[in-house]
């Protein structure tokens, strides 16, 4: 659940929209800091001023990948072993309108041309003063980091997908908490966020599957049609075998299914009776209508979310997409409503699994 003093994402867009700071906060489990952050294209010498005076942390400028490509902007080292990844390239200044690099005004000259869409890497030199940040493509939804939220809440509010991040650090050298974040945010007047409601955000507004294919598909369970989709964040690939029709059906059987290949496997060989893949299908059969989401889960992920929260996620826009809006989940391990109802799927009930094929009591809710 949301912190009630967090401030909503659309506020918080629309002050970067104005050219105003905000602060944004992690996870407790990540590095469970606070960072200004500000769009590069409005960034001004009283800016950075500020972020010196009250931060006291280092001041860096996340920049999508294409974008430092066409900079010619190379990541400072070829084998991160940085504790959160956090991807630094080489140190660049402006070529012209600065002096020596380093005071405020030469700063938010040089953040302000990483920012320009017209700019070329003629316009920089190499070493310099700002330290540009590599944006992994996919934003939060691949890794939930300042880095990423930056560029992401810019993209969002129209903006050039270059931000300006400085970590809050206290008077005693230590980096602030929550609490005392969350006391400056007030003192200053400043929007206060966090990288989780973004990411929630952004599951909730931008679609992040395509349907790539349909066809027929025969099985000894009967025919389905397989419609598969593709993800936009990630490799994962994701196929909704469909059982009867869907689309008028005022509920609809659905088991999400997060595919284990080696598993999958090994349970059919053995005899042990039947594997979750096979008890679902067989359930399914025995309903005019259904479906089975089989995730194929990328095999490398380093967005820090929970994959089953995230699957959820995703896997309600693709029951969104194919008209399905209220549910019967076939699951042993209920999920948090909240990851699967942010997208419009409302379930209505539970059926455990393990008692799909023997009638066993499904858990209902009541409003």
């Not at 973004?198 to 049609?225: D, H, Q, W």
């Not at 598993?263 to 008890?279: K, S, T």
């Not at 042993?332 to 209505?348: C, L, N, Q, T, Y």
């Amino acid at each position: 659940m949301t912190d009630s003093r967090f401030d909503s994402i659309k506020d918080a867009i629309s002050d970067l929209q104005q050219g105003k700071m905000i602060i944004v906060v992690d996870d407790e489990d990540r590095e469970n800091e606070g960072d200004f952050v500000i769009a590069a294209q409005h960034i001004t010498p009283e800016h950075i001023v500020m972020m010196n005076r009250l931060a006291s942390g280092i001041i860096t400028v996340p920049v999508p990948h294409n974008r430092l490509m066409d900079l010619n902007i190379g990541v400072m080292v070829s084998d991160n072993s940085e504790a959160m990844s956090t991807a630094f390239t080489i140190t660049v200044d402006a070529k012209k309108d600065i002096s020596t690099g380093s005071s405020a005004q030469d700063r938010s000259v040089t953040i302000r041309k990483l920012a320009d869409p017209a700019s070329t890497h003629r316009d920089f030199v190499r070493p310099g003063h700002i330290n540009p940040l590599m944006v992994r493509e996919g934003g939060v939804l691949r890794r939930a980091g300042h880095t990423e939220a930056a560029s992401d809440l810019m993209r969002l509010g129209g903006l050039e997908p270059v931000g300006v991040l400085c970590e809050i650090m206290g008077d005693n050298g230590e980096m602030l908490r929550f609490d005392e974040l969350f006391e400056m945010s007030r003192t200053l007047d400043m929007k206060f966020i966090s990288i989780a409601d973004l990411i929630r955000y952004r599951r909730k507004t931008e679609k992040l599957v395509t349907l790539t294919s349909r066809n027929e598909l025969k099985t000894r369970y009967g025919t389905f049609t397989a419609c598969h989709y593709a993800s936009k964040v990630d490799a994962s690939v994701y196929t909704a075998l469909i059982r009867g029709d869907i689309a008028n059906a005022k509920n609809t059987l659905v088991r999400i299914h997060s595919a284990n290949p080696t598993n999958d496997l090994l349970a059919r060989l053995q005899e042990v009776g039947q594997c979750p893949l096979e008890m679902a299908m067989e359930r399914l059969s025995k309903e005019d209508h259904g479906v089975l989401l089989y995730i194929e889960k990328a095999p490398m992920d380093q967005s820090g979310i929970p994959m089953d929260e995230r699957d959820f996620g995703i896997g309600a826009q693709i029951l969104a997409d194919l008209g399905v809006h209220r549910v019967t989940l076939l699951t042993d391990h209920p999920v948090k409503r909240s990851a699967i109802e942010g997208f419009g799927i409302h379930i209505d009930e539970y059926l455990p699994l393990e008692g799909a094929l023997t009638g066993a009591k499904v858990l209902r809710f009541t409003e």
